[in-house]
Nanobody, 115 residues
């Protein structure tokens, strides 16, 4: 069974930085893509950033230039460096890992940005 373990959320002031990490395990198949989504109160879950095994990245327009995603395919880990955080970045952040036959989610980690 696939397991995703997230870490690094917390409370930070506007303009500050946080780094999220996610480690995936338990899949019989390679994780083709890993990434982060977020869901604020009253909002739908939305893409933040993803990265493929060959390093192709995709970012939401709202985080371009502020967030940076990186991954280690050998360790099945993904990291999200979040800089210049804004109050509107406040949300639960979920790690996502896709294999050839499944899409898997972590339990979520809270990020709160105070103004």
């Amino acid at each position: 069974q696939v397991r995703l373990v997230e870490s690094g959320g917390g409370l930070v002031q506007a303009g500050g930085s946080l780094r999220l990490s996610c480690a995936a395990s338990g899949s019989a198949f390679r994780f083709d893509r890993m990434g982060w989504f977020r869901q604020g109160v009253g909002n739908l879950r939305e893409l933040v950033a993803t990265i493929t095994t060959i390093g192709i990245t995709n970012y939401a327009d709202s985080v371009k230039g502020r967030f940076s995603i990186s991954g280690d395919g050998a360790k099945n880990t993904v990291h999200l460096q979040m800089n210049s955080l804004k109050p509107e970045d406040t949300a639960v952040y979920y790690c996502n890992a896709i294999t050839r036959d499944s899409s898997n989610w972590g339990q979520g980690t809270q990020v709160t940005v105070s103004s």
